[in-house]
């Protein structure tokens, strides 16, 4: 069974970089999955960074980070990361991966459709977390 598990999470100061990586076990790879990385801020509702739907290869980044975040993957399609560059103090939070099988997944991402954890859930799996603090 897909088990997911984020690592990367630190202090850091503004305009700082960061990369975060998500490991996915349980014999499976994500070659057919959509992948998202969310973040929730403290009082806030978990929000969509960066998606990616490998069956059709279609990706979303939202505004708060289109240019300052990179969604990658290693050649064995078990490790997902996310790149942070010029990271701000609203970039505080938790940030999640999450992962599911893309015949759940409403069409290719755009900016028309973007990620929503609605995508993730009930069929998809969550990682547990990892904390990023942006601070001087």
């Known amino acids: 069974q897909l088990q997911l598990v984020e690592s990367g999470g630190d202090l850091v100061q503004p305009g700082g970089s960061l990369r975060l990586s998500c490991v996915a076990s349980?014999?499976?790879?994500?070659?057919?999955?959509?992948i998202g990385w969310f973040r929730q801020a403290p009082g806030k509702e978990r929000e969509g960074l960066s998606c990616?739907?490998?069956?059709?290869?279609?990706?979303y980044y939202s505004d708060a980070v289109k240019g300052r975040f990179t969604m990658s993957g290693d050649d064995a399609g078990r490790t997902v990361y996310l790149q942070m560059n010029s990271l701000r103090p609203e970039d505080t939070g938790i940030y999640y991966c999450?992962?599911?099988?893309?015949?759940?997944?409403?069409?290719?991402?755009?900016?028309?459709?973007?990620?929503?954890?609605?995508?993730?859930?009930?069929?998809?799996?969550w990682g547990q977390g990892t904390q990023v603090t942006v601070s001087s």
């Open positions: 990616i739907n490998n069956k059709d290869g279609s990706t």
């Open positions: 349980g014999g499976v790879t994500l070659d057919d999955y959509g």
């Open positions: 999450a992962a599911v099988s893309a015949v759940f997944l409403d069409g290719p991402y755009s900016t028309s459709n973007p990620c929503r954890a609605s995508d993730f859930d009930p069929f998809g799996r």
